[in-house]
């Protein structure tokens, strides 16, 4: 068990590597940081796009999926009838002595008390004023606090609204919502049949009271949600399907077994007919990664009843009429790239020295290779490792480093820290049998292979 001093250690060293490196920078910096944002560094985009592709790989391996990319804004009615505008709100809390801003929640979890995020209203307010003098301020340390209310997570925009009196607009919430409202038309183009899923990646914005924990609660962060229609007698075994497929998935990213499990959700919206996070073990604890949630009929029904629009599916076979069941999968891109950091962050010993390493799995690595001259001044040795090896290799697969800056041991740690999976170097032994050096991160050991075979090679241990 770490201590809290050592949890955030470590993750005090995953924010400024992903600095240093280029991962993650912080949003809006140079005007001294906007809370809630980051931008995304070379490498950092490199990462998430290769996040993003496993998903959907994952994805496109169901016949039955289809993609959308749905408006981040859309009409204002949209979020009326999915219950957002009324009932998507944090518990805020405001301290009466320095007026710092708070979500209740996490106040009773600092002061040790359990809270868990998805408790109603009424019971953290119960628990809150139970516990009135354990709980601190995180600012000034006092323990006067005005009542708790409700926050709206929906950020607004004007976007469109040109006088005050037109429906208030939202930046999405969830991308999930604009599956729903696009299921009819899915349907429709006829290349599916219940059941069958709708798969979108896209940003979310919410106007979280505190932002935090890096790249884990952010205002604006994107989402790889999944619904899956079924006939109502079918859905329940579809969300067994989807937990099993979706806890392999992450296994199969290389990510520690030991660090997730399911946790069920013990209070479940009125609507709801089963849920569960995968929660991940991150230095500051198990936290939900992805929900995966039988939502029953609820939103297609909402938004039929707001719309106007019959929601109902036609089974030609059966003649029968009905609103399908849906299963959602739902999890951040940027949730997920911190697991993928927290997961792949080492501190070992190599050899003699010391050093830094990011132990991904080589197929989600920023960079999959870099190539380096054993010496940058000899003309022949560059010559061969510029045409020979990385001009074909960053053909082939893109994600390629040049590297020919200090020593060998130097770059060897550089390329470590950012998790490159194999380094390649050019040696006047090269020059003779047409073979280079491939080292490997996680063991450090080196073999030989000849020039022909990299591409294969390398292919191998990227499938
Ligand atoms: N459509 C269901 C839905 O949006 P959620 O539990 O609110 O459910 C789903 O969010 C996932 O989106 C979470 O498990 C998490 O991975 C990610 N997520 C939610 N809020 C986030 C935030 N503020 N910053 C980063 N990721 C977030």
């Known amino acids: 068990m770490k201590n809290p001093k050592e949890e955030n250690d470590l993750m005090e060293k995953i924010v400024s590597l992903c600095k240093r490196r280029g991962f993650v920078f912080p949003g809006s910096e140079i005007y001294g940081g906007f809370a809630g944002t980051y931008d995304w560094g070379h490498l950092g985009v490199a990462l998430k796009r290769n996040v993003i592709d496993a998903w959907t790989k994952a994805m496109q391996d169901h016949r039955n999926m289809t993609f959308l990319d ?58 809150f004023d139970n516990n009135r003098n354990k709980i601190k301020c995180p600012k000034c340390g006092n323990k006067d606090f005005g009542q708790i209310r409700a926050s709206n997570l929906l950020a607004t925009s004007n976007l469109g609204m040109l006088d005050s009196k037109e429906d208030q607009v939202y930046l999405r919430g969830e991308t999930a919502q ?3 409202i696009n299921y009819k038309n899915v349907l429709d183009t006829g290349f599916v049949s219940i059941p ?20 884990f609660r952010k205002r604006e962060f994107e989402q790889m949600e999944m619904q899956y229609f079924s006939h109502p007698n079918e859905a329940m075994d579809n969300y067994e399907a989807w937990k099993k497929e979706r806890m392999e998935y992450y296994k199969k990213l290389g990510i520690n077994s030991k660090r997730l499990r399911f946790k069920p959700h013990e209070n479940l919206v009125f609507y709801a007919k089963a849920a569960c996070d995968i929660e991940y073990e991150f230095s500051f604890g198990w936290n939900e990664l992805e929900g995966i949630h039988y939502r029953g009929d609820y939103d297609l029904t909402q938004h039929q009843k707001f719309s106007g629009v019959d929601m109902r599916f036609y089974d030609e076979e059966t003649k029968e009429k009905y609103i ?55 003309p022949e040795l560059v010559e061969y490792a510029n045409t020979k090896v990385y001009a074909p290799l960053k053909a082939e697969f893109g994600r390629v480093a040049w590297d020919d800056n200090g020593n060998i041991g130097k770059r060897y740690r550089r390329q ?36 022909d075979n990299l591409k294969n090679y390398i292919k191998e241990k990227i499938s």
């Open 324 to 378: 399908p069941h849906i299963v959602e999968t739902s999890v951040g891109v940027d949730r997920t790239v911190l697991m993928v950091l927290c997961d792949a962050y080492c501190e070992d010993k190599l050899g003699e020295s010391e050093r830094v390493v990011l132990k991904f799995l080589p197929k989600l690595a920023p960079v999959i290779c870099a190539v380096s001259p054993l010496l940058k001044n000899k």
């Open 70 to 127: 749905s408006s981040i804004f859309t009409s204002g009615k949209v979020w009326e009838a999915s219950g957002h505008v009324s009932g998507f709100s944090d518990p805020l809390v405001i301290c009466n002595v320095c007026k710092e801003k708070s979500r209740a929640d996490h106040l009773l979890e600092n002061a040790g008390i359990r809270a868990d995020e998805k408790l109603s209203e009424l019971e953290i307010n119960k628990i």
């Open 178 to 180: 604009g599956i729903f």
């Open 196 to 215: 069958f899923g709708i798969a979108q990646i896209g940003k979310a914005f919410r106007n979280e009271i505190s932002p935090r924990q890096f790249l």
């Open 416 to 451: 470590d820290e950012i998790g490159t999976p194999f380094c390649i170097v050019v040696d006047f032994d090269t020059l003779e049998d047409d073979t280079v050096t491939i080292r490997d991160r996680d063991t450090g050991e080196q073999e030989r292979v000849k020039t």
